[in-house]
């Protein structure tokens, strides 16, 4: 693998881990962006990552639970191969989408409890302020995953013809 590769790999795994995501896992993903084959087997993922097993067995399992890997074999093969999902990344922003919906929820709590105490608008701003930029994205963002899929399924059915 070139230094560059090597790089972006690494840039991919730090962008995640901004996200919340295991360095690992974010080094996993980076990798099965460019890999060719498309696919890797854990013992693959380890050697071609310098990490240990334990790591990508840990990694992959917290991969495969949010839907964002899936895994593959081969014919005639014993050996379990991890590639990423079609929709993987689109799952990944439909769960964004669920838990802006959470924290517009805790927003209104909040506003719900200050109301009870008889608290004057200007300590509740932040609270509307939270509420209302949630709310946007969760009114937004569902229309947009749904545009997103009619562009995909355009793209694909062109690339299959």
């Known amino acids: 693998m070139s230094d560059a590769l ?3 790999i690494e840039d991919v795994a730090l ?7 295991p360095r690992i896992a974010g080094r996993i993903l980076g990798l099965l962006l460019v890999c060719d084959p498309p696919e890797r087997s854990a ?16 990694m992959t399992r917290l991969l ?21 999902s079609d929709d993987g990344f689109e799952r990944k922003l439909a769960l964004r989408v669920r838990a802006m919906a959470e924290t517009r929820a805790l927003g209104e709590q909040g506003l719900r409890l200050l109301a009870r105490d008889g608290a004057a608008p200007p300590r509740t701003r932040r609270l509307r ?6 709310g946007f994205w969760e009114r937004e963002l569902p229309g947009l995953l ?11 059915e062109e690339d299959d013809a």
């Open 64 to 84: 495969l639970s949010a839907g964002t890997i899936r895994r593959v074999g081969r014919p005639g093969e014993r050996v379990t191969y991890y590639a990423l």
């Open 6 to 8: 090597a790089q972006y």
């Open 43 to 58: 013992g693959q993922l380890a050697v071609e990552l310098g990490v240990s097993k334990g790591s990508i067995s840990a």
């Open 129 to 134: 302020e939270l509420v209302a930029l949630y």
């Open 146 to 156: 749904e545009r997103w899929r009619d562009e995909r399924r355009a793209r694909v």
């Open 15 to 21: 962008h995640f881990e901004r996200g919340g995501l």
